[in-house]
């Protein structure tokens, strides 16, 4: 069993910053998969980022690469989302995920942003941007 509470969310306009966490309660967190996910209304949940726990790869959607920061405290099995240069199209409801689907490239495991590879996830916290 699995419980992951995200915090953090609000509105913003444009341009600015927000950051979001998410604390894991999961057996497997030092060797999971923990993702931000989001949905907007009327579109499909999308994988964000997301980050291997025992390991340094990290993946981003293409929207979000130079703006959005995946981070963890493995101590605190806390899952972080730094966002900045935020636009009106970032406006979802953000979802944090566990999974333990990785995969390997050179000796370092790496997770995907794949809704369909996590297991366990949040509640959800709103994220609003307005122009």
């Known amino acids: 069993r699995g419980q992951l509470v995200e915090s953090g969310g609000g509105s913003v306009q444009a341009g600015g910053s927000l950051n979001l966490s998410c604390a894991a309660s999961?057996?497997?967190?030092?060797?999971?998969?923990m993702g931000w996910f989001r949905q907007a209304p009327g579109k499909e949940r999308e994988g964000v980022a997301a980050?291997?726990?025992?390991?340094?790869?990290?993946y981003y959607a293409d929207s979000v690469k130079g703006r959005f920061t995946i981070s963890q405290d493995n101590v605190k099995k806390t899952v972080y989302l730094q966002m900045v240069s935020l636009k009106p199209e970032d406006t979802a409801m953000y979802y944090c995920?566990?999974?333990?689907?990785?995969?390997?490239?050179?000796?370092?495991?790496?997770?995907?942003?794949?809704?369909?590879?996590?297991?366990?996830w949040g509640q959800g916290t709103q994220v609003t941007v307005s122009s």
């Open positions: 995920a566990a999974g333990t689907t990785r995969y390997w490239s050179g000796g370092s495991g790496y997770c995907r942003g794949q809704t369909d590879e996590y297991d366990y």
């Open positions: 999961i057996y497997t967190y030092s060797s999971a998969c």
């Open positions: 980050l291997y726990t025992g390991g340094r790869i990290t």
